[in-house]
C-alpha cells in the first residue's frame, strides 16, 4: 500500500499535519491513496510517496486478523501451529490494542 505525505512546494522542509498545519515531517499525517484521491490539498502542498513508509493502522490489523484465522483454523483441525510467533492471548490482546488506536 502506498503511503504520502504532504510536502510544502516552496519550502520542501515543511509537511502537513491536520492538527498543527505546516510542520517538521515527524508530526506530518500520513495519507493513503483513497485520501489522496479524495481530499483536496492544503495552499502550497504537493502530495509526496513515502518510500519504505510503516503499515498503516489498517494494514496491521489485517495482518493480526489472518494471523489469528490461521490459528484458529490450525487448532480446529487439531494441531496447533508451529510457525506463529504469539499465543492466542497475545493476538487478542495485539488485536484489542489496534482496535483501541
Known sequence: MTIYRIQNIIDTSLFWSNENGWGDQDVANLFSHVEKAELPLPSGGMWREIE?????????????????????????????????????????AAIDERLGE
Request: aromatic share 2%; charged share 35%.
Open 52 to 92: 519504505n513508509a510503516p503499515p498503516s493502522r489498517e494494514t496491521r490489523l489485517a495482518d493480526l486478523l489472518r494471523e489469528a484465522r490461521t490459528m484458529i483454523d490450525d487448532l480446529n483441525k487439531g494441531y496447533p501451529s508451529k510457525e506463529l510467533h504469539r499465543t492466542p492471548e497475545d493476538l487478542i
